[in-house]
């Protein structure tokens, strides 16, 4: 299906989609690929907030930037994505992977703050930078920082610094200062926050 034009009102499409593809020539709306389960949608302009919200299979794949929510639960359901892949070339609001618990988000560009929020599993790469509170009050999962942020809280612990990492099972260089948390929720997930971006991190390596 190729859809053309701006569909910036036109809310759910690709509504617990299962299989196919949808290409949207324009900018998106609200809630696409909602309880996606498999297929294909890919976007040459930019989406709105709850972007692949509540998620469970197939790809999506945005050339510009998105909103707020993406792979995040719907206002109060405390369930966001649970399987699958979202790409944004552009940038990302707040809330990216609020109460995710499985699947990959990359963003290409810069997110806002309160990345990984509630996360309990799956994986997050941003390669721009942050606007802070990446990971509060995460229970699981994984979230990996290419780029600046300001400062981690402090209800996370270091744990190490690695050369590299794995994201979906290809390496990914650093060197990373590598994180635990959130403690508050008894956490065991992980943030890996570039050394070479965030010099002025570098306090942390005497608790190593």
Do not use: C
Not at 28 to 51: C, E, F, P, Q, Y
Not at 103 to 118: D, L, Q, R
Not at 140 to 158: A, E, N, R
């Amino acid at each position: 299906i190729k859809l053309s034009g701006n569909l910036w009102k036109v809310r759910r499409i690709g509504e617990e989609m299962t299989a196919g593809k949808i290409l949207i020539d324009g900018d998106a709306g609200l809630h696409l690929g909602v309880k996606m389960r498999g297929g294909t949608i890919t976007v040459k302009g930019n989406a709105d907030s709850w972007l692949g919200s509540q998620m469970r299979g197939g790809t999506i794949e945005v050339m510009g930037n998105a909103k707020d929510y993406v792979g995040g639960a719907y206002r109060g359901s405390g369930v966001g994505m649970r399987g699958g892949t979202i790409i944004v070339h552009g940038n990302a609001g707040y809330d990216v992977g609020e109460w995710m618990r499985g699947g990959f988000i990359k963003i290409m560009g810069n997110v806002g703050a309160y990345t990984g929020v509630h996360m309990q599993g799956g994986t997050i790469l941003v390669q721009g930078d942050s606007e802070g509170r990446i990971g509060a009050l995460m229970k699981g999962g994984k979230i990996v920082l290419m780029g600046k942020i300001d400062s981690i809280l402090p209800s996370f612990t270091i744990q190490d610094l690695k050369k590299r990492t794995k994201v979906e099972g290809e390496a990914v260089e650093g060197p990373f200062y590598v994180f635990v948390g959130d403690l508050t929720e008894d956490g065991s997930g992980k943030l890996f926050i570039s050394k070479k971006s965030n010099p002025h991190l570098s306090f942390y390596e005497r608790l190593i």
